[in-house]
């Protein structure tokens, strides 16, 4: 499957058309559009992980025509601590921190 078939999957999935992708991505609406006027032989790395961090695939399955089937990245981050009791504050702060995390992924 090629790289525009898959980005023109991801997009579907998503709902959205290439200037939505550009504003959300981060990358360029020039080079998206590139993609389709242009082709796609000489996607730059740091192209592809935007767009991997965006649709939360890997950059195998993007950058790869062999790979097919979507490879999603991890999503859940689970810890176990046995004995331990959470307050109602460190609860707040560890949803805090997981929100700063995850707002570091649109920059």
Known sequence: MSFLTKLDGLMNDR???KSQLSKESGVPYTTIDGFYK???ENIKLSTLKKLAQYFGCSLDYLADDDIPER???IETIAAHHEGEEWTDEELDEIEEFKKFVLSKRNK
């Open 38 to 40: 242009k082709g796609t």
């Open 15 to 17: 709902n959205i058309n």
């Open 71 to 73: 490879t999603q990245t």
